[in-house]
């Protein structure tokens, strides 16, 4: 703190402070979708090749996209679920609070497994690993109305070990949970 000037920061206001770049050059996100793709090929704990890489402001933000752009082309209503108790809170909370088109928030996946009458659409979240066993999960619906978003935050070699590479239509991991810096909310 004696020092505050001398070690001071200065960064132009002008500078890198937008969503938007000039003459539609988009460098830095190429070069960070670049570093995502490395950063898993590294740990080979997911197959980025011939996979859209799409960053956010934490993995919060990404689930609910995830959600909202599943649930787009579905005029019923549709059932989000997650695939084991204790699930991830924010499942439930966003589900209710964004009020997704046509989504209700209907528990643990298993309450949809044993109940024959439902043929609507789902939506199962898929935490691999669960926190808080840290077990590698698998989905527990399938068939032709049900979409997958895993939730592979823990999906990191200090977490877990890693059988195999993670391929899926749609996976979320989140950088805080690889480097340790959970203020950061990049997913």
Same mark, same amino acid.
């Given at each position: 703190m004696q020092n505050a000037a001398s070690?001071?920061?200065?960064?132009? %206001?002008?500078?890198?402070?937008?969503?938007?770049?000039?003459?539609? *050059? $988009?460098?830095?996100? /190429?070069?960070?979708? !670049?570093?995502?793709?490395?950063?898993?090929?590294?740990?080979?704990?997911?197959?980025?090749?011939?996979?859209?890489?799409?960053?956010?402001? %934490?993995?919060?933000?990404?689930?609910?996209?995830?959600?909202?752009? *599943? $649930?787009?082309?579905? /005029?019923?209503?549709? !059932?989000?679920?997650?695939?084991?108790?204790?699930?991830?809170?924010?499942?439930?909370?966003?589900?209710?609070?964004?009020q997704t088109r046509n989504c209700e928030?209907?528990?643990?996946?298993?309450?949809?497994?044993?109940? $024959?009458?439902?043929?609507?659409?789902?939506?199962?979240?898929?935490t691999s690993p669960n926190n808080p066993?840290?077990?590698?999960?698998?989905?527990?619906?399938?068939?032709?109305?049900?979409?997958?978003?895993?939730?592979?935050?823990?999906?990191?070699?200090?977490?877990?070990?890693?059988?195999?590479?993670?391929?899926?239509?749609?996976?979320?991991?989140?950088?805080?949970?690889?480097?340790?810096?959970?203020?950061?909310?990049?997913?």
């Open positions: 070690s001071a920061v200065v960064v132009a %206001g002008w500078h890198r402070m937008s969503y938007v770049f000039p003459n539609n *050059l $988009s460098f830095i996100s /190429k070069e960070l979708e !670049k570093s995502i793709r490395k950063i898993h090929a590294i740990a080979k704990n997911a197959i980025t090749h011939g996979k859209y890489i799409i960053f956010g402001t %934490g993995s919060t933000q990404l689930l609910h996209a995830a959600v909202h752009a *599943l $649930s787009m082309d579905n /005029k019923n209503s549709t !059932k989000v679920v997650a695939n084991k108790i204790p699930y991830y809170s924010l499942y439930k909370l966003q589900t209710e609070y964004f928030f209907g528990g643990d996946s298993s309450m949809l497994k044993n109940n $024959s009458d439902f043929a609507g659409n789902v939506i199962e979240f898929v066993d840290g077990n590698l999960e698998s989905p527990v619906l399938n068939g032709p109305n049900v979409k997958h978003i895993y939730d592979h935050a823990y999906y990191w070699s200090h977490y877990t070990a890693i059988p195999a590479p993670a391929d899926e239509d749609l996976m979320i991991f989140s950088m805080s949970k690889l480097t340790g810096h959970a203020g950061s909310r990049f997913g």
